[in-house]
Nanobody, 119 residues
């Protein structure tokens, strides 16, 4: 049994900031890359940012320069610092973990946290 517990979503005005956190726990044997995806109403889920265990990162073009992903491997936690938020950033944000348990390999998903940016 694994858990991905997300926190930090909410309502913010355009230009504001939010910080998302996702803590992975349970029977993980290994955790490789961690990341954030988002899904707006009527849209497909899309990658926002990803970070490998050593710390290499990649971002969607739409968030480059505004969002920063980081992780704490001692806590199996990934963070997403979101600055200069825009209304088009409004979506449900999902934590994603690539890893494995004794039973199966990933990906593993969090339950999602709503981010709403008002204009």
């Amino acid at each position: 049994q694994v858990q991905l517990v997300e926190s930090g979503g909410g309502l913010v005005q355009a230009g504001g900031s939010l910080r998302l956190s996702c803590a992975a726990s349970g029977s993980f044997v290994s955790i490789d890359s961690m990341g954030w995806y988002r899904q707006a109403p009527g849209q497909q889920r899309e990658l926002v940012a990803r970070i490998t265990r050593p710390g290499s990162t990649n971002y969607a073009d739409s968030v480059k320069g505004r969002f920063t992903i980081s992780r704490d491997n001692t806590k199996n936690t990934v963070y997403l610092q979101m600055n200069s938020l825009k209304p088009e950033d409004t979506a449900v944000y999902f934590c994603n973990v690539q890893g494995s348990t004794w039973i199966r390999g990933g990906p593993f998903w969090g339950q999602g946290t709503q981010v709403t940016v008002s204009s």
